[in-house]
DNA sequence: CGACACATGTAACACGTTACATGATTTG
DNA sequence: CAAATCATGTAACGTGTTACATGTGTCG
C-alpha cells in the first residue's frame, strides 16, 4: 500500500456508503436519503459528493456498478469482495485516536494565550456563548425525533454531549486564564 | 469570493501559521517547532505540510517571504495586511458548529445500529475501552506538563473532555441498545 | 568520516466540497 | 406549460498528508 496515512484521514462518507450498501446494491438518490435519514439534520449531504465518492470507491475496487442502469436509468451499485472486507475492518476496530482531525477550536485558543494583542478570555467567551446557542437549538432539534428512532438520536446526542464538553472546557480555560492573570502579572494590565 | 464552503472546512493549520507570524517574521522549521510547542504531542506537525502550507498561504496573498533568504539560507515569512485581517476576523468570530468535520464515531455507531448482521454494542464496547486506555495515556501526559504553560494545558485538557464525553456518550448508547433490544426484540436473539 | 539534526522544497495523492450540465418524471 | 423533484455525472478547487530530493552544519 502506499497510502498509509498516520492520523487524520477522514473517511466518514467513504465508510458511511460502504455501510449503506451492505443490505444490498442500491443507487446514488437512494444513499443520500438513506445517509441523511440516520445522520441527517446533523450532516447532510451534497448529492454531488455522493457521486463523487462512489466513483472513488469504484476505482478503489471496494464496490461496482451492478450491470447495467435498472429499469429507469438509475445506476445500481453494489460491494465487492474487497469492500465487504474494508467494512468489517471498520466495523470491527475501534477509531484511533490519533486518526482525529485537529480540534480547531483547541489549536485557536492555544494561539490566543501566546499571541501578543488577543484577549484569550474574549475567544472564550464569544466561542461559549456560541456553544450555548447550539445547545438549545440541538435539544430543541430532539424532542422531534422519536427515542426508537436509534441513530437519529445517536447522532443527535452525540452532538450535544460535544457541546456540552467544549463548554465546561471552555470553563476550564476561563478560570485558568483568570488565575493566570491575577497571579502572573498583577498590574500589568494597568499598562496600555 | 468563489471560495465559499457552507461547512467542513479544516485550516487549522494555515490559522495556527497566520498566529504564530502575528508578533513578527518566522521560517519554517521554526514554525514547526513553536507550533509542536503548544499542540505538540498531541498533534504532531509534519515539516513537509508547513512548506505546503506557507506556499499556499503565500500564494493566496496572506503572507509573504521577507526579501532574500536570512543569514543562513532560512526564508523568513512576514504576514500582509490581507493575513492580518483574516487572523483578526478568525480571533474574533466563534467557530460554527456546522464547520465542523462529520464526526466518523457517530456515524459509525448510526450505521452499526441500522446494518444487520452488525452488533452495535460489540462496536460501543470496542469503542470504549480504547477510550478508556487513551485517557489513561492523556492523564499520564497531563501531570508531565507544567500549569503555567497555558497553551499545552489547555489543549491536553480539551482531548481529555472530548474522550470524556465519548465515553459518556458510548454509556448512553449502550443502555439504549440494551433497551431497544429487551423492548423490541425479546426473543429474536435466539434466532440464527 | 558517518550519522544526525537543521533547513527548504516539490510532487503526488486522498478526501471533502461545490458549481455546473444534462435529462426524465411528476405535478400544480 | 412551467416548476419542482428525481437522477446522474463531471470539473475544479482547497486542505491535509506523505514520500522524496537536496543541501548545510555539527559532533562523536
Known amino acids: 500500500m502506499d497510502t498509509a496515512y498516520a492520523y487524520s484521514v477522514l473517511m466518514s462518507i467513504k465508510h458511511g456508503l460502504l455501510a449503506l450498501l451492505a443490505p444490498g446494491p442500491k443507487y446514488g438518490y437512494q444513499l443520500k436519503a438513506e445517509f441523511e435519514a440516520a445522520t441527517g439534520s446533523a ?8 457521486y463523487s465518492t462512489l466513483q ?19 445506476v445500481v451499485y453494489a460491494l ?17 485516536q490519533e486518526s482525529r482531525p485537529r480540534d480547531e ?3 485557536k485558543l ?6 501578543p494583542g488577543v484577549e484569550a478570555r474574549e475567544v472564550v467567551q464569544a466561542q461559549r456563548s456560541q456553544a450555548m446557542s447550539s445547545l438549545q437549538s440541538l435539544t430543541r432539534l430532539k424532542v422531534t ?3 426508537e428512532d436509534l441513530a437519529r438520536v445517536m447522532v443527535i446526542d452525540s452532538l450535544i454531549f460535544a457541546v456540552e464538553a467544549e463548554v465546561s472546557w471552555l ?11 491575577t497571579t502572573q502579572t498583577p498590574e500589568k494590565e494597568a499598562v496600555q
Chains 1, 2 share one sequence.
Open 80 to 96: 465487492t469482495p474487497s469492500g465487504r472486507a474494508e467494512l468489517a475492518d471498520w466495523f470491527g476496530s475501534p477509531i484511533a
Open 56 to 74: 472513488r470507491l469504484e476505482k478503489g475496487g471496494q464496490i461496482e456498478a451492478d450491470g447495467v442502469p435498472d429499469d429507469d436509468g438509475r
Open 145 to 147: 425525533v422519536p427515542e
Open 171 to 181: 470553563d476550564r480555560c476561563e478560570a485558568r486564564l483568570r488565575k493566570a492573570r
Open 43 to 50: 450532516w447532510p449531504l451534497n448529492i454531488g459528493q455522493v
Open 110 to 115: 492555544a494561539m490566543a494565550v501566546s499571541t
Open 105 to 107: 477550536l483547541a489549536i
